[in-house]
């Protein structure tokens, strides 16, 4: 079962135990000193502070509503998609570069959770269970609350770092907490992630998946100290070190990343507990969706959680399901024509399209990508894409005998719509993702989802080693990860690399994984990726021919975005400033 009811029951006590406590001691204490008597309700406590992480937008919600929305908007705020619609103006306001102090984005400044696992590290350790129950449990909390920090960090640099609890009687010096460094942190990460990942268990059975294990410890140091390291080589420090990495530090935290991913490659390699997912090896597009829906596969390292019950089901089906699909809403996300062009073809030639050609003539859609990356058609639906025994309707219009288009969908042509149900104004790019869009729901409702979301696999420990490798100049190391990468897709391996051949290779295979938005955001190339107008093809079927007519519509937002380069770091905000006045804002805001 994907998430066992006993723990549904204990979280649900947990959290009855706690409305009783608060009715007697401040919001802010831990529940119950009762609690940690009982390994039951100290794992029970541990859950809710998974709940509590952003391990995927849950920290917004999932339902019918802007918030609930925030699932997909890691795709549509970077050079992947584009929303269908403007009426959630959240994502509008951020591609058009008008994040500042006051109206802003994807904040998690998350000191109420941090508290709770300080709490949870002081009182386990008088806790009337083993001294192996205290020791892994502290190990597993240590997990989240450098994941915690990591999330802070990469959105507003350096942070107050608070380890202990604070006391309401403390004085203001203890309370009102300065930035640390933005070094000061990844350190903290690194620290907290080394010590304890030989604490964790290598994996976990039925009863425990989705709990922090030695690997999931091991991963979450590779991708933070990558980030630290192109931070560091990349980016530039301000205000004294508080936000930016002093760029001789870059190798080192490198070699760290590098280090960690070699310690999963190697366990990897030598058990097989961990691989690359590979159970359609005849069907490359197949395997590759696939790999996102087979849940609990070799290649998940860490994953959320869900069953589509008890407030433990998504929407993501329901977002993106295609009109004429979907039920009410839904195809809410356009693919980006850039993307599609990221993917090369299987020859290993690049992908960009002649789009002078093809707005001349009619083609089959199908023919025209099927010589395209497989990890194409297995991350993204378009024109007669084979879907639910049936296929997907994309096309805007149709030209009818007479050579007249059309482009209502009340009119009929040979029995059949002139404009489908997801073309017109649905049809922004001509291109949805595929990606974790689940073929075995029809008609998918909100809340209804359960497919689990993959917050590390072993696909990102390979890129990430590969990048680190090639930074720090061990390219032998680089070329053999990204060959085993696209030797699984059923792509033309690589002779030689370089750091773009590297970059895109992540772009395309980590696509809608909520990586891209903050890859460009390391990189520091943002300000280049995310400015500017993207594009998007529409389709208009010939009823004469079967096939299709091609435009490209050039701006498909309806405006040109733009990155600035303030917004490598979200603002503090006057609020917490005025809650702390030792915070100090970050440069630009």
């Given at each position: 079962?994907?998430?066992?009811?006993l723990?549904?029951?204990?979280?649900?006590?947990?959290?009855?135990?706690?409305?009783d406590?608060?009715?007697?001691?401040?919001?802010?204490?831990?529940?119950?000193?009762?609690?940690?008597?009982?390994?039951?309700?100290?794992?029970?406590?541990?859950?809710?502070?998974?709940?509590?992480l952003?391990?995927?937008?849950?920290s917004?919600?999932?339902?019918?509503?802007?918030?609930?929305?925030?699932?997909y908007?890691?795709?549509v705020?970077?050079?992947?998609?584009?929303?269908?619609?403007?009426?959630?103006?959240?994502?509008?306001?951020?591609?058009?570069?008008?994040?500042?102090?006051?109206?802003?984005?994807?904040?998690?400044?998350?000191?109420?959770?941090?508290?709770?696992?300080?709490?949870?590290?002081?009182k386990?350790?008088?806790?009337?269970?083993?001294?192996?129950?205290k020791?892994?449990?502290?190990?597993?909390?240590?997990?989240?609350?450098?994941?915690?920090?990591?999330?802070?960090?990469?959105?507003?640099?350096?942070v107050p770092?608070?380890?202990?609890?604070?006391?309401?009687?403390?004085?203001?010096?203890?309370?009102?907490?300065?930035?640390?460094?933005?070094?000061?942190?990844?350190?903290?990460?690194?620290?907290?992630?080394?010590?304890?990942?030989?604490?964790?268990?290598?994996?976990?059975?039925?009863l425990d998946?989705?709990?922090?294990?030695?690997?999931?410890?091991?991963?979450?140091?590779?991708?933070?100290?990558?980030?630290?390291?192109?931070?560091?080589?990349?980016?530039?420090?301000?205000?004294?070190g508080?936000?930016?990495?002093?760029?001789?530090?870059?190798?080192?935290?490198?070699?760290?990343?590098?280090?960690?991913?070699?310690?999963?490659?190697?366990?990897?390699?030598?058990?097989?507990?961990?691989?690359?997912?590979n159970?359609?090896?005849d069907d490359?597009?197949?395997?590759?969706?696939?790999?996102?829906?087979?849940?609990?596969?070799?290649e998940?390292?860490?994953?959320v959680q869900?069953?589509?019950?008890?407030?433990?089901?998504?929407?993501?089906?329901?977002?993106?399901?295609?009109?004429?699909?979907?039920?009410?809403?839904?195809?809410?996300?356009?693919?980006?024509?850039?993307?599609?062009?990221?993917?090369?073809?299987?020859?290993?030639?690049?992908?960009?399209?002649?789009?002078?050609?093809?707005?001349q003539?009619?083609?089959?859609?199908?023919?025209?990508?099927a010589?395209?990356?497989?990890?194409?058609?297995?991350?993204?639906?378009?024109?007669?894409?084979?879907?639910?025994?049936?296929?997907?309707?994309?096309y805007?219009?149709?030209?009818?005998?007479?050579?007249?288009?059309?482009?209502?969908?009340?009119?009929?042509?040979d029995?059949?719509?002139?404009c489908s149900?997801?073309?017109?104004?649905?049809?922004?790019?001509?291109?949805?993702?595929k990606?974790?869009?689940?073929?075995?729901?029809?008609?998918?409702?909100?809340?209804?989802?359960?497919?689990?979301?993959?917050?590390?696999?072993?696909?990102?420990?390979?890129?990430?080693?590969?990048?680190?490798?090639?930074?720090?100049?061990?390219?032998?190391?680089?070329?053999?990860?990204i060959?085993?990468?696209?030797?699984?897709?059923?792509?033309?391996?690589?002779?030689?690399?370089?750091?773009?051949?590297?970059?895109?290779?992540?772009?395309?295979?980590?696509?809608?994984?909520?990586?891209?938005?903050?890859d460009?955001?390391?990189?520091r190339?943002?300000?280049?990726?995310?400015?500017?107008?993207?594009?998007?093809?529409?389709?208009?079927?010939?009823?004469?021919?079967?096939?299709?007519?091609?435009t490209?519509?050039?701006?498909?937002?309806?405006?040109s975005?733009?990155?600035?380069?303030?917004?490598y770091?979200h603002?503090?905000?006057?609020?917490?400033?005025?809650?702390?006045?030792?915070?100090?804002?970050?440069?630009?805001?």
């Amino acid at each position: 079962m994907k998430k066992i009811y006993l723990y549904l029951f204990l979280i649900l006590f947990l959290s009855s135990c706690i409305n009783d406590f608060l009715d007697k001691k401040p919001i802010d204490r831990i529940a119950d000193d009762a609690v940690f008597e009982d390994q039951t309700l100290i794992d029970a406590y541990i859950y809710e502070l998974y709940n509590q992480l952003p391990l995927h937008m849950n920290s917004v919600g999932w339902a019918w509503n802007p918030n609930g929305a925030a699932v997909y908007f890691p795709m549509v705020i970077c050079d992947e998609a584009v929303q269908q619609g403007t009426y959630w103006n959240h994502h509008t306001k951020w591609n058009q570069g008008l994040e500042d102090a006051s109206n802003t984005y994807d904040q998690w400044w998350g000191y109420a959770t941090i508290r709770k696992m300080n709490e949870f590290l002081e009182k386990i350790k008088d806790a009337g269970v083993g001294e192996d129950i205290k020791n892994t449990r502290m190990a597993e909390v240590r997990f989240l609350r450098a994941f915690a920090y990591f999330e802070l960090v990469k959105r507003y640099g350096g942070v107050p770092l608070i380890d202990k609890v604070q006391q309401i009687d403390a004085s203001d010096e203890e309370l009102f907490v300065a930035r640390n460094t933005e070094k000061e942190i990844y350190d903290f990460i690194y620290s907290e992630l080394d010590e304890i990942n030989s604490l964790l268990p290598d994996t976990r059975g039925d009863l425990d998946y989705g709990r922090a294990t030695k690997y999931a410890a091991l991963a979450l140091n590779s991708r933070a100290m990558l980030y630290a390291g192109t931070i560091a080589k990349y980016g530039k420090l301000q205000l004294g070190g508080i936000v930016g990495l002093p760029a001789s530090e870059a190798n080192d935290y490198l070699q760290k990343s590098y280090d960690a991913s070699k310690k999963i490659i190697s366990y990897a390699e030598s058990t097989g507990n961990i691989a690359l997912y590979n159970k359609y090896p005849d069907d490359k597009a197949k395997n590759f969706y696939q790999l996102f829906i087979d849940e609990r596969n070799t290649e998940t390292i860490f994953s959320v959680q869900y069953n589509g019950l008890s407030g433990k089901g998504h929407s993501l089906d329901f977002w993106l399901a295609v009109q004429g699909i979907s039920v009410g809403w839904g195809q809410e996300v356009n693919v980006l024509l850039e993307l599609v062009e990221a993917f090369e073809y299987k020859d290993g030639t690049p992908g960009q399209l002649d789009k002078d050609a093809l707005s001349q003539g009619e083609y089959n859609i199908i023919e025209l990508f099927a010589n395209k990356d497989p990890r194409f058609n297995g991350s993204v639906l378009y024109q007669d894409s084979p879907w639910q025994g049936s296929k997907i309707e994309r096309y805007s219009g149709t030209w009818d005998k007479d050579g007249t288009l059309k482009t209502s969908s009340s009119q009929l042509i040979d029995g059949k719509v002139a404009c489908s149900p997801g073309g017109g104004a649905y049809a922004v790019t001509g291109f949805t993702p595929k990606k974790y869009y689940d073929e075995r729901l029809v008609a998918p409702l909100v809340d209804q989802s359960e497919t689990d979301f993959i917050v590390f696999r072993y696909g990102e420990i390979l890129l990430n080693f590969a990048e680190a490798a090639y930074e720090l100049n061990k390219e032998d190391d680089a070329l053999d990860a990204i060959n085993q990468i696209r030797r699984r897709a059923g792509i033309t391996e690589k002779g030689s690399l370089t750091l773009d051949n590297i970059r895109n290779e992540r772009r395309v295979e980590l696509a809608f994984e909520h990586h891209r938005h903050w890859d460009v955001r390391r990189w520091r190339t943002a300000v280049r990726d995310l400015s500017g107008n993207f594009s998007g093809m529409i389709y208009y079927l010939d009823s004469r021919t079967g096939k299709y007519t091609l435009t490209f519509n050039k701006q498909v937002d309806g405006y040109s975005r733009l990155f600035q380069e303030k917004h490598y770091y979200h603002p503090i905000t006057p609020d917490r400033i005025a809650n702390d006045p030792n915070l100090i804002e970050n440069p630009g805001y």
